[in-house]
């Protein structure tokens, strides 16, 4: 359902594709171990109602991943930032569905976000 709203009547195959990310941006060494940056691609949003500075909802590839239910928020500060989905209990207490582990995979989305013109 999500992936048919959120390329506003455009057929899935007519969706444009997030470029790679340059080669510049190729693997790095942190200490002894080799870091290869996250590589974000086929992002869609969905614009919202602005209300309460939620943007819009996001969806997208990550490692041969497809992670939906994210949302693009911006705060008073007019930063952007990646909210990811997460379920309430009967006590109404929060279980992330996907948690990041740092912030890596949020830099990725804006960064992918930002080259399709998407937020400034």
């Known amino acids: 359902m999500f992936a048919r709203a959120c390329t506003h009547g455009i057929p899935l ?7 790679a990310l340059p080669a510049d941006l190729g693997p790095q060494r942190r200490g002894e171990q080799l870091v290869t ?3 974000v691609t086929d992002v869609r949003l969905v614009p919202a109602c602005p209300a309460n500075g939620l943007l819009g909802y996001l969806s997208c590839k990550v490692a041969g991943l497809r992670l939906d239910g994210l949302t693009l928020h911006r705060t ?7 909210s990811f989905p997460c379920r309430r209990d009967r006590r109404g207490r929060k279980h992330p569905i996907v948690r990041p582990t740092g912030p890596a995979l949020e830099r990725a989305i804006l960064a992918a976000l930002r080259r399709t013109g998407a937020i400034p």
Not at 76 to 82: H, N, Q, Y
């Open 13 to 19: 195959q007519q969706v444009p594709a997030v470029p």
């Open 37 to 39: 940056p996250l590589r």
């Open 76 to 82: 008073r500060a007019g930063t952007f930032v990646v």
